[in-house]
C-alpha cells in the first residue's frame, strides 16, 4: 500500500513538472512571437503576446518589452506602469542584468511625454473619486496624475454631491492644474427600500393553542358531564328491578364519565389561564423608524506617485 501511495506522489509530481515545463516552454515562444512583432513595427500585436506571456511568469523582461511597446504606441502612462513593475520584481530579487541597464532610461524618457495633472477639490470635507477615460474608477491622488498627451475625458463624483466632468486636451510635458467644486446634489433622495423580515407569530400561535385546549376541555367536560347524568339515569332505573348487572354497569359508566368531566374542565381552566397569561405578560411589539443618512466623509484619498527612482 505504501509503494503504491509512493508511485502515486511521484506520478503527481512529475505531471507537475511536466505541465510547468511546458507553461514555460509556451512562454517562451509568446516571447520569440513578441520579438519579432516588435522587430516588425507591430507593437499592438507585440503586446498582446507578451501580456499572455506575463500572465504565465512574470519576469522583469517581460515587463520591460511590454511597456517599450507601450511606450512606442504613444501609451506612456500603461507604459510606465510596466517599467514600475519590472523595477518591483528586480527589488524582490529577480535577476535580469540587461533588463536593469535599459530600465532607468525606459523610465525617465517615458516621463518626459507624459502630462501631469494636479487635482484639487472643494469642500475639503467631500470624498471624491475620479475615472479617467475609460479605466476603472479611483480616488483622486493628493500628487500628480500622470496622463498621456492629448485628450481626456474626467469625471468626479462624490457622495452627496452632483457629478463633474471635463474635458481636457493636454501636450506633451505639460502641467495643469484642475479645480473641482463640488455643489450639493438637489435630487431628492430616494426612499430607501428596507425589507423587513416578517417575526414568526408565537403569540398569536400560543394564545390559539391555549384557547384551543380551552375549547376541548370544554366539549370533553361537558360531554362527560351529560354521559354521567344518564348514567345516573340508568344507575337509578335498574335499582327498580334490583339488577345487579346493570347497576354494575351504569355505576362504572357514571365513574368512568366522572373522571373524564373532571379532566376536561380542569384542562378548559388551565386554557384559560395560559391565554390570559400569555395575553397580559407578552411583550409587546414595538415600532422601528429607518432614517437614511448620507455618507460620512473620510480623510484623504489615496495618492499615486510615481518615482524616478528605482
Known sequence: MRKGSGFLLLGVIFCSRLGQAQDIDRARRLFEEASNLREAGRYADAVVRLRDAIAIKDTPGLEYHAGFCEAKLGHYRLALKYYERAAALLRQGATAPDVVSLLLAAHAA?????????????????????RLDQEPEQAVPNGDLVVDPGPHQLAFTAPGYAREGREIFVNEAEALSINITFTPDARPLRPQQVKVRTPFPWKTLTIGLGLGVTAAGLAVGITS??????????????????NDDGIAKAEHDKATAARWETLGFAAAGVGVVASASLWAL?????????????????????ALIVGTKF
Open 225 to 242: 358531564a351529560v354521559n354521567r347524568s344518564d348514567a345516573q339515569t340508568r344507575v337509578n332505573f335498574f335499582n327498580r328491578f334490583s
Open 282 to 302: 407578552w411583550p409587546s411589539s414595538r415600532a422601528v423608524s429607518v432614517s437614511v443618512t448620507p455618507p460620512s466623509s473620510r480623510s484623504g484619498p489615496f
Open 110 to 130: 517615458a516621463l518626459e511625454h507624459v502630462a501631469k495633472l494636479r487635482i484639487s477639490v472643494s469642500p475639503s470635507n467631500a470624498v471624491p473619486r475620479m
